[in-house]
């Protein structure tokens, strides 16, 4: 049986997270910050209720996964991962891709709407490694991806 997200009190109660719980509410501004000063805030004019996880180190602990920084899940099943990265984009996919199919298999119940985002250093957007990128990102998230420079922010 497939379920949405369950919300009480003003917090998500399920799916139940373990570990790596930043936040759990309905701030105007979700902040996940990242390495390098890298940050992602999504701000929440809508009133959604978020839980602001840390994946990498938090939810999954295991070093022999790829997986990727943060993420945030809304009380209408949306679920941003954001990856942090220098300038390694294809491994950003690939720790994308991964933590999808680590949600997908450890929470298989919920109907997720995944989302991704990258925060990266800077480079030439004509660059091989970004169009493969935006290549694999599309066959696996099609067109809820976005690459950001150094920080990202958005509606949501």
Known sequence: ?????????????????????ISNDNRRIFVLNGEHKRIWRAENPNGHIG??????GGLITSTNQNKCDGGLLLDDNRLYLVEFKGRD????????????????????????????RIVGKS??????????????????????????????????
Do not use: W
């Open 123 to 156: 480079f030439p957007k004509s660059s091989t490694a970004r169009q493969k990128a935006i290549r694999v990102l599309g066959n696996n998230f099609g067109k809820k991806y976005k690459i950001f420079e150094n920080q990202g922010h958005e509606t949501i």
């Open 51 to 56: 839980v602001c996880l840390k994946i990498d």
């Open 89 to 116: 984009y294809e491994h950003a996919v690939e720790q994308l891709k991964e933590t999808k199919k680590y949600f997908k298999n450890n929470y298989s119940e919920y109907d997720f709407d995944f989302y991704a």
């Open 1 to 21: 049986m497939i379920m949405d997200v369950e919300v009480d009190g003003g917090k998500i109660t399920k799916p139940i997270f373990p570990n790596g719980v």
